[in-house]
């Protein structure tokens, strides 16, 4: 017979449902509210749109100097050129003489009142150094800026370089001149 004296054990079976995967659980904790590590995410990228489109706002204001905070640089003038510049040669309108006719000895009925723009002076020197042999097989050029004559150039002699500065004084209109040609002397 059984001792009486022990209690009996009964079971009780509770019957749940099959057992879950852990990636149906992160499905649907996501379907409800989310995981606070995506909401950071978000947000991040929110602030970071946020932050551009404001820069590129105010990137792209027109500048409005009275509202710089800068002071405006001091404007430092141009030295002095080294090269002669390019000024306007006065224009010559014919006037004629009071007696109607031209001074004798000026071409073109120019007056002895009036004096010849730089063109005509600069083609008036070149004609005078093509007309002489000896200078015109030279390397020489002129420049003319309000009637002063500057020679440029190389020379074989002292004497030709006298020569060439007497042609340039004889024609009619130099105010001065610049001799700056080089003698090349050559050694024997």
């Given at each position: 017979?059984?001792?009486?004296?022990?209690?009996?054990?009964?079971?009780?079976?509770?019957?749940?449902?099959?057992?879950?995967?852990?990636?149906?659980?992160?499905?649907?904790?996501?379907?409800?509210?989310?995981?606070?590590?995506?909401?950071?995410?978000?947000s991040?990228?929110v602030?970071?749109?946020?932050?551009?489109?404001?820069?590129?706002?105010?990137?792209?204001?027109?500048?409005?100097?009275?509202?710089?905070?800068?002071?405006?640089?001091?404007?430092?003038?141009?030295?002095?050129s080294?090269s002669?510049?390019?000024?306007?040669?006065?224009?010559?309108t014919p006037?004629?003489?009071?007696?109607?006719?031209?001074?004798?000895?000026?071409?073109?009925?120019?007056?002895?009142?009036?004096?010849?723009?730089?063109a005509t002076?600069?083609?008036?020197?070149?004609?005078?150094?093509?007309?002489?042999?000896?200078?015109?097989?030279m390397?020489?050029?002129?420049?003319?800026?309000?009637?002063?004559?500057?020679?440029?150039?190389?020379?074989?002699?002292?004497?030709l370089?006298?020569?060439?500065?007497?042609?340039?004084?004889?024609?009619?209109?130099?105010?001065?001149?610049?001799?700056?040609?080089?003698?090349?002397?050559?050694?024997?």
């Amino acid at each position: 017979m059984a001792d009486s004296r022990r209690p009996s054990r009964t079971r009780f079976t509770v019957q749940t449902s099959p057992p879950r995967s852990r990636a149906k659980r992160a499905r649907k904790s996501g379907r409800n509210g989310g995981s606070p590590e995506l909401w950071v995410a978000i947000s991040v990228i929110v602030a970071a749109a946020l932050a551009t489109f404001g820069a590129l706002f105010l990137t792209s204001r027109p500048f409005d100097p009275m509202s710089a905070s800068l002071a405006p640089q001091q404007i430092v003038p141009a030295g002095p050129s080294l090269s002669p510049s390019p000024k306007p040669s006065p224009s010559i309108t014919p006037v004629p003489s009071p007696a109607g006719e031209a001074l004798p000895g000026t071409p073109g009925g120019e007056t002895a009142s009036e004096p010849p723009d730089d063109a005509t002076i600069q083609t008036r020197v070149e004609s005078a150094l093509a007309a002489d042999s000896a200078v015109a097989k030279m390397d020489v050029s002129t420049l003319v800026e309000n009637g002063k004559v500057t020679i440029v150039g190389s020379v074989n002699s002292p004497e030709l370089k006298q020569r060439v500065e007497r042609i340039v004084r004889s024609v009619r209109g130099v105010a001065g001149v610049e001799n700056q040609l080089v003698v090349n002397e050559a050694t024997p």
